[in-house]
């Protein structure tokens, strides 16, 4: 029959699914009724050689005439090799937003491992989506230009260098992932190429200098002995006496902030003089030696907690210690020497250079990657370093031998 609004009006839902009415003068012009009563029109032809349904819109928003005039459009671009559907679902793909890529990237992400992303990292990921790209996130992610990533890149790394292109890392790894798991159609990428790339093609990214502070080797033993005078501190108070023994433990270990503060004593062997750190930055296991002036540190402290370093505050968002920031900064006042957590792990490797520690075991005991060895990383069972023991005594007595210089220094 010819499809007109009397002749739609007039047409009988089915008692179930769909039935399709075509148009006696238009070919492939045809509107759907469904059991629901719904009618719809639609236009139906091969494309390709490829048969393909495509909807128009409902009835009532469109009339029949209005219907039959968008028919011959389409049916004429399908024609001529245009698949509307395809369009549709290509149309729909580059309309992904930053967003919803990083959304999948946090949940999917893994690493060459297999193991998903770290805490710490996904934490990185949101910081810099709410900032730094908080007007990105609602773009499509195809949308983002090498001109906008120029403009943005300069912004920020007047305010911060290391954070702009920590900043855009993210970033160049999130649509890196979109560019391998989004794709139209036909499979092609919706984005061909990383525009983040162009930082290195302008040869715009900036060089963040290494950090290198450390406690200078020939301040060691004031420095050492002004760590053991605020233990001994008669009046110290608890939260202070945690601070003062996380700073002598990231001293004596080398281990980095993160994995000192969240020490459990379940980690700790006293008996065997070790202790063991679980997924660590390298995503491994790892059984470290302890010195036996580390070993006396921690056996010291009040087994209060599960925690070695439990947090100042029962109220606290963690239950160990945040940092020892307050407890360096009045060592600082006392000898005039400024480091931060991290630098006492630069330290670390200072005094076992100087004690002639070689330097694959001096990374080993600091649970550093092995890879520039192929030997060590692929031959050594580095997970169980307790072996390293002498080394990690030669470190701490060094400690001790250069404050008792001091001190004796101080008293002539």
């Not at 230009?145 to 702009?164: D, F, I, K, P």
């Not at 040869?203 to 233990?231: E, Y």
């Not at 239950?319 to 020892?324: E, F, G, I, Q």
Request: net charge positive; aromatic share 6%.
């Amino acid at each position: 029959m010819k499809l007109t609004n009397s002749s739609i009006d007039r047409l009988e839902p089915p008692i179930a699914g769909y039935t399709l009415h075509w148009d006696q003068e238009l070919s492939g012009f045809g509107v759907r009724v469904t059991a629901a009563g719904s009618k719809s029109f639609v236009v139906q032809t091969k494309v390709n050689g490829k048969a393909r349904r495509v909807t128009l819109g409902k009835y009532g928003v469109y009339t029949a005439e209005q219907a039959r005039k968008l028919a011959k459009s389409t049916l004429g671009d399908m024609a001529r090799g245009t698949d509307p559907s395809a369009e549709k679902r290509q149309q729909k793909a580059r309309k992904i937003t930053l967003e919803d890529v990083a959304e999948d990237y946090l949940k999917y992400r893994r690493t060459r491992s297999g193991l998903p992303l770290k805490d710490r990292t996904k934490a990185d990921i949101g910081y810099h989506l709410k900032t730094n790209f908080s007007t990105w996130q609602n773009k499509p992610i195809a949308s983002i230009t090498r001109e906008m990533v120029q403009r943005r890149y300069g912004e920020l790394a007047r305010r911060s260098v290391a954070q702009a292109n920590q900043a855009f890392r993210v970033l160049a790894a999130i649509i890196n992932y979109a560019a391998a798991s989004c794709r139209d159609q036909d499979g092609g990428r919706i984005i061909s190429e990383n525009p983040v790339a162009v930082l290195r093609e302008a040869n715009m990214l900036r060089s963040v200098r290494a950090k290198l502070g450390a406690v200078p080797l020939d301040s060691l033993g004031k420095w050492w002995s002004a760590v053991q005078a605020a233990r001994a501190e008669p009046s110290i108070s608890t939260s202070t006496r945690s601070a003062v023994d996380l700073v002598a433990i990231l001293s004596l270990t080398g281990l980095r902030l993160g994995e000192a503060r969240a020490l459990r004593w379940s980690q700790i062997d006293l008996k065997g003089r070790s202790l063991t750190l679980k997924d660590t930055k390298n995503r491994t296991d790892v059984v470290l030696p302890l010195s036996e002036l580390a070993a006396q540190i921690i056996n010291a402290r009040p087994r209060v907690s599960d925690y070695l370093f439990p947090s100042r505050r029962k109220s606290s968002k963690l239950p160990h210690l945040k940092n020892c920031g307050g407890q360096l900064k009045a060592l600082a006042e006392r000898t005039g020497i400024e480091v931060t957590a991290h630098d006492l792990r630069r330290t670390f490797r200072a005094v076992a250079a100087a004690c002639d520690v070689e330097l694959w075991r001096c990374k080993a005991l600091m649970n550093h990657k092995q890879n520039d060895d192929v030997t060590l990383a692929h031959y050594t069972d580095l997970s169980d370093v307790r072996n390293l023991k002498r080394e990690a005594d030669r470190i701490a007595d060094f400690y001790l031998e250069r404050q008792l210089e001091h001190e004796r220094s101080i008293g002539e």
